[in-house]
């Protein structure tokens, strides 16, 4: 049983307490935001800014460009980044994105709308905080054909410190792309069109380090000779010779990252096709570790316990959690999840993290649940406690306190006769004369 969204608290408060609970919210709402569950409110400003490497781009139609995102601290200590972009859809079409080293582990919640020309991408860091300025991350678009496009960094974008924002959004960049139109000749040339066996899908991610890729020409000529390259970067020219017989080219032991195979053709004429490009993404990594967390560890046949869990994945991103219990069949599940009518007995249960590309990680937690009129341990340890009898020394010394406190008692009465016996006598030898 999935339960819904926390409540936030939106009742007033007085001035001291308030300042308290604005620091429990910009906690909450940081975690919200690495979890996926949405960006936080904007309840501060400050002076860090997101850019772009140019303001002015030029690229052809039909070609790929790497579009750096900057971030500036500007004097901020930053933990947390998430950039959302829009851009004309009928232009241009996000490839993928790429991390840099400043926060390279990806939040949950990332989105792609080549439809809607929109990029949502998050991410953070467990080191220490980022106080300079760096690459975020690379966008590599496609050029869909030709004309001006403009990229623009939008004001729902945040730089995070320890929950609080700290961005400054009137200083976030855009940047213009002139896209030229493919020439004539380009548009004539014969095309190479590239495939794989063991990575067919160019958007998927794959735990398979090998790869085998071949291609195919389409259009008039002759395919003599194929020039391939195999490295990160997704505009290559190649520079190895793969003779025509070999229509396949191997590569072994890939590693993580998003990867491109490139393929260029020579025709018997002469002529070269335009250069082909297919992207492979590996991730043979799996997720970081995975805690499961439950409000209440031993309870009554009957009661509602809810079992808390995440994690993240460096690369590819959490794709769905799955719990088992007792050793049985692992069902997808959410966070937080409820355990309800489970029947007296203990239970060994086991939490499974499985990412884009299939690799998993595990946790394990333990319940123990007691019929409905049993007391739980927990309690009776509770009971024993505050019953618990006085030991001789405490008894001791409490009846010394008691004896001490009661000896004061006379001495300051005995006391207070004495002065006033004395008073008297003083009086009396007074009157006398």
Do not use: C
Request: overall charge negative; charged content about 20%; proline content about 6%.
């Amino acid at each position: 049983m999935i339960t819904t969204s926390p409540s936030w608290y939106r009742g007033g408060a007085k001035p001291l307490r308030w300042r308290m609970k604005k620091m429990l919210i910009f906690v909450l709402a940081g975690w919200m935001f690495l979890l996926g569950m949405g960006p936080p409110p904007v309840l501060a400003a400050g002076s860090a800014s997101l850019t772009f490497s140019g303001t002015t781009i030029e690229m052809k139609e039909g070609t790929l460009l790497d579009l750096p995102v900057i971030v500036n601290a500007n004097g901020e200590t930053l933990d947390t980044v998430r950039i959302e972009l829009s851009f004309p859809a009928e232009l241009l079409q996000v490839d993928h994105v790429t991390l840099g080293s400043l926060f390279p582990r990806q939040a949950p919640g990332n989105v792609v709308d080549n439809v809607e020309g929109k990029l949502s991408q998050g991410a953070f860091t467990v080191e220490e905080p980022v106080t300079t300025s760096g690459t975020f991350g690379v966008v590599v678009f496609k050029a869909l054909k030709s004309g001006t496009a403009t990229v623009r960094i939008l004001e729902t974008s945040h730089l995070i410190s320890n929950g609080e924002e700290k961005g400054n959004s009137a200083s976030f960049g855009t940047t213009q792309v002139n896209i030229a139109p493919a020439t004539a000749l380009e548009e004539t040339l014969p095309t190479l069109t590239i495939f794989s066996s063991t990575h067919p899908d160019t958007r998927a991610w794959y735990s398979v380090r090998d790869g085998l890729f071949n291609w195919q020409l389409s259009g008039e000529g002759t395919l003599q000779t194929v020039w391939t390259a195999f490295d990160a970067l997704p505009t290559t020219d190649p520079t190895e010779n793969a003779v025509r017989e070999e229509s396949t080219k191997a590569v072994a032991g890939i590693q993580d990252g998003v990867w491109y195979f490139h393929a260029q053709g020579r025709l018997a004429d002469g002529r070269a096709t335009q250069t082909a490009h297919y992207k492979v993404q590996i991730d043979g990594t799996p997720p970081n570790s995975i805690l499961p967390s439950l409000d209440q560890d031993q309870f009554n046949e009957g009661t509602s316990v809810k079992m808390a869990f995440g994690t993240t994945d460096d690369l590819s991103g959490i794709r769905r959690y799955e719990v088992a219990m007792n050793g049985g069949s692992f069902q997808e599940e959410k966070s937080p999840m409820s355990l309800e009518m489970l029947p007296p007995g203990t239970y060994q249960i086991e939490v499974k993290a499985v990412d884009q590309a299939g690799n998993a990680t595990y946790g394990q937690t333990a319940a123990r649940v007691y019929p409905k009129d049993v007391i739980l341990p927990s309690t009776i340890a509770s009971d024993e406690a505050m019953t618990q009898p006085t030991s001789s020394t405490d008894r001791e010394e409490k009846t010394f306190g008691w004896l001490l406190q009661k000896d004061r008692t006379k001495l300051l009465i005995t006391f207070v006769l004495v002065i006033a016996a004395i008073l008297g006598i003083i009086y009396a030898n007074r009157k006398k004369k």
